[in-house]
């Protein structure tokens, strides 16, 4: 009889500890982690399983436990929205100091086996955390220029996949980086324009001009332009051992248009379906990308 009680408990321990950590955005954040080293080490050969492990579970502790730390610091506000009242600490299933606990046992845990692999992987996973919940975080609700501040640590996890792999931080890290920088402002002002009106209840400045206008929408084309600029400097043979192929970079060039295409669609139609097709079209983007990156390294 004892059973369900039990068995309910472990499954909402485990929904919940999902929902803390933002479990589909820290697999996303992984994934380019990973990508980032696949594109480091010399060749197949030199792939170390037991450092893709480290690297997989101390990204996701990472990621986490920045979002752990998010969701105490902002529970009274993630309250009045829609998209967030049901998270653990903002629902009150949680206390915000068992999620402190949570955060911090994460956070310790993902320095460690960082650190493990080499101490630069340590040193960017701590910044990362740093930024996303001392800075980022408080600026949210006081200026729009808070999306610029969250790229940073929203750019180091495809950097940081080639430090683990190299234990260096030269153009090749510096070139994954500026890509997934200028990546994150497409992506959330895409987000923050269909959850305007969600975010305008908790006071959250996510869009440059701090509405859904004609500004926003061209400012979005044009970082959609620097992204795939950005995307194509591997092909130029000046990112040292990060190159692609004439080949490969036709197919970045045409994932370029097509993201350039729907940034577009959002400055002609101003709509929230738009905006989210966008979304949609640059999470597509940036999984592709990552694919033909090593795609064309291993093939060439």
């Known amino acids: 009889m004892n059973a369900t009680p039990t068995t309910f408990s472990l499954k909402q321990i485990a929904i919940d500890f ?3 950590t933002k479990a589909g955005l820290a697999i996303s954040v ?3 982690s990973i990508a980032g080293y696949l594109l480091g080490v010399a060749d197949f050969h030199d792939l170390k399983v037991s450092t893709l492990l480290m690297l997989a579970v101390g990204g996701y502790c990472m990621v986490g436990a920045s979002n752990a730390f998010n969701q105490v610091i902002e529970k009274d506000l993630d309250a009045l929205m829609d998209r967030t009242k049901n ?7 949680m206390s915000p100091n068992h999620a402190l606990f949570v955060a911090s046992l994460l956070t310790i845990i993902g320095l460690i086996l960082l650190y493990m692999i080499n101490p630069k992987s340590a040193m960017f996973g701590a910044i990362s955390i740093f930024l996303y919940t001392s800075i980022y975080t408080p600026l949210k609700v006081h200026t729009p220029l808070s999306v610029f501040v969250g790229a940073f640590p929203g750019a180091i996890p495809f950097m940081l996949g080639w430090v683990a792999a190299t234990d260096h931080f030269g153009i090749e890290a ?3 980086f500026l890509i997934q920088f200028f990546w994150q402002f497409p992506h959330f002002w895409a987000i923050g324009w269909f959850l305007y009106e969600d975010y305008e209840k908790a006071g959250f ?3 440059p001009t701090g509405k859904k206008d004609q500004s926003t929408a061209l400012q979005t084309i044009l970082y959609s332009v620097w992204l795939l600029v950005a995307s194509l400097l591997p092909s130029l043979g000046y990112t040292g051992r990060l190159f692609i192929s004439p080949i490969a970079a036709g197919i970045v060039f045409l994932l370029g ?3 350039i295409y729907y940034a577009v669609k ?5 709509t929230a379906k738009a905006a ?5 079209v640059s999470v597509s983007y940036i999984t592709l990308l990552q694919i033909v990156y090593i795609t064309d390294k291993f093939l060439r």
């Open 257 to 259: 248009i097509w993201m």
């Open 87 to 93: 998270r653990p600490v903002a629902s009150g299933r």
């Open 174 to 176: 510096g070139t994954l």
């Open 30 to 32: 992984v994934f380019s």
């Open 18 to 20: 999902k929902e803390i």
């Open 205 to 207: 400045f996510m869009l």
């Open 266 to 270: 959002l400055y002609q139609l101003r």
């Open 276 to 280: 989210r097709t966008l979304m949609l």
